[in-house]
């Protein structure tokens, strides 16, 4: 079956950086697309980045392009979201998610991870 | 990008229907069928509910149903039960591999 397997908690000081994974098993890695998504405590979603597995291409939110890398290892069919310059509004959950090329949807959902950021 | 308008609120009492609206723009919900829905309930990853303005995946309840007209998607949960209560969630593309969420819908079950 379908998993998307997320690494653990994190707190972090501001100005550091954080580094979230996110594993996928049952399905060939590389034939659907991956994005991030965020959601702070008591707030929405807020859609981070998207990235192709098959050959690394990325695109990210404004709100976050400069700050925020996505990459991904197909050996162990992991991606990676690494944010930097962190601040105490990057206190969220983060979630992977796999979308079906070409239909727009997030089908399938890691389980989180949350970052806090404090001093 | 900005965020989809949501309601922040609705709700219905057992067996009713509440109806959530998604506003967006000709750039977004207006321009694209890659509307989907999401069911969080809290602590949980969000479900996918409906994909495309209007699929059902596998397993979700007939009960659910999505429709879209201009740049307004709507998504309908007939006969409401007790385990409906939770957010909704609407998403659309945007465009150029970027990407949007509403703001977020809380449904009440009285």
């Known amino acids: 079956q379908v998993q998307l397997v997320q690494s653990g908690a994190e707190v972090k000081k501001p100005g550091a950086s954080v580094k979230v994974s996110c594993q996928a098993s049952?399905?060939?890695?590389?034939?659907?697309?991956l994005h991030w998504v965020r959601q702070a405590p008591g707030q929405g979603l807020e859609w981070m980045g998207i990235l192709n597995p098959s050959g690394g291409s990325t695109t990210y939110a404004q709100n976050f392009q400069g700050r925020v890398t996505m990459t991904r290892d197909t050996s162990t069919s992991t991606l990676y979201m690494e944010v930097s310059s962190l601040r105490s509004e990057d206190t969220a959950v983060y979630y992977c998610?796999?979308?079906?090329?070409?239909?727009?949807?997030?089908?399938?959902w890691g389980q989180g991870t949350l970052v806090t950021v404090s001093s | 990008q900005s965020a989809l308008t949501q309601p922040p609120s609705a709700s219905g009492s057992p067996g009713q229907s509440v109806t959530i609206s998604c506003t967006g723009t000709s750039s977004d919900v207006g321009g694209y069928n890659y509307v989907s829905w999401y069911q969080q309930h809290p602590g949980k990853a969000p479900k996918l509910m409906i994909s495309e303005v209007t699929k059902r995946p596998s397993g979700v309840p007939d009960r659910f149903s999505g429709s879209k007209s201009g740049n307004t998607a709507s998504l309908t949960v007939s006969g409401l039960q007790a385990e409906d209560e939770a957010d909704y969630y609407c998403?659309?593309?945007?465009?150029?591999?970027?990407?949007?969420f509403g703001t977020g819908t809380k449904v009440t079950v009285l």
């Open positions: 998403s659309s593309y945007a465009g150029s591999n970027i990407y949007v």
């Open positions: 998610a796999r979308e079906p090329r070409g239909s727009g949807t997030y089908d399938y």
């Open positions: 049952g399905y060939s890695f590389t034939t659907y697309y």
